[in-house]
T-cell receptor, first 111, second 115 residues
Framework: GQNIDQPTEMTATEGAIVQINCTYQ??????LFWYQQHAGEAPTFLSY??LDGLEEKGRFSSFLSRSKGYSYLLLKELQMKDSASYLC????????????WGAGTKLIIKP | NAGVTQTPKFRILKIGQSMTLQCTQD?????MYWYRQDPGMGLKLIYY???????DKGEVPNGYNVSRSTTEDFPLRLELAAPSQTSVYFC??????????????FGDGTRLSIL
């Protein structure tokens, strides 16, 4: 079957760095997405990984290791506006290439 | 571009009532999706469509129906509302793309309570 695990909640300090992990089990891996979702709002796209390695986009970076079924989202120079939930989603060939979503990690930024 | 527009934003239904959640997009995307999001759970796919006239069931289709008569519109129908359908519903769309890396774009959601 398919399973995606993320920590439920994390706390970090403004200006610091935080790493949000995502592990997955699927036999039909075809790409991994990270989304940000502020409370009461829609998810918005952050990053996409399909090959092993690091993708950098400004303050945000995402890493993928397909052999380990593991990804992380790295947020640098944290700002109060980064307080949100971060959703990991895996595209699965065995589910007609649809996305399987993790429950999300709620990130709380403290001053 | 308005992106993906969902209406209504909030709705309270009585058990057994029916309603249609509207979704329209102006990005000419072929792919459209309906998800529900419950507290502490990941997004669950209800139905999706790869183009006008084509719809497929997702992970949790029971109690729902969809249609896709145009590229722009993808309404979701609840025929006999049940308390278990209390949730936040998101519509999303994406471009087909050449390599499948196109992200989904989400509407603002419909918050539905069944009492």
């Amino acid at each position: 079957g398919q399973n995606i695990d993320q920590p439920t909640e994390m706390t970090a300090t403004e200006g610091a760095i935080v790493q949000i992990n995502c592990t997955y089990q699927t036999s039909g891996f075809n790409g991994l997405f990270w989304y940000q979702q502020h409370a009461g709002e829609a998810p918005t796209f952050l990053s996409y990984n399909v090959l092993d390695g690091l993708e950098e986009k400004g303050r945000f970076s995402s890493f993928l290791s397909r052999s380990k079924g593991y990804s992380y989202l790295l947020l640098k120079e944290l700002q109060m506006k980064d307080s949100a939930s971060y959703l990991c989603a895996v595209r699965d060939r065995n589910s007609n290439y649809q996305l399987i979503w993790g429950a999300g990690t709620k990130l709380i930024i403290k001053p | 571009n308005a992106g993906v527009t969902q209406t209504p934003k909030f709705r309270i239904l009585k058990i057994g009532q029916s309603m249609t959640l509207q979704c329209t997009q102006d990005m000419n995307h072929n792919y459209m999706y309906w998800y529900r999001q419950d507290p502490g759970m990941g997004l669950k796919l209800i139905y999706y469509s790869v183009g006008a006239g084509i719809t497929d069931k997702g992970e949790v289709p029971n109690g729902y129906n969809v249609s896709r008569s145009t590229t722009e519109d993808f309404p979701l129908r609840l025929e006999l509302a049940a308390p278990s359908q209390t949730s936040v519903y998101f519509c999303a769309s994406r471009d087909q793309g050449a390599v499948g890396n196109q992200p989904q774009h989400f509407g603002d959601g419909t918050r539905l309570s069944i009492l």
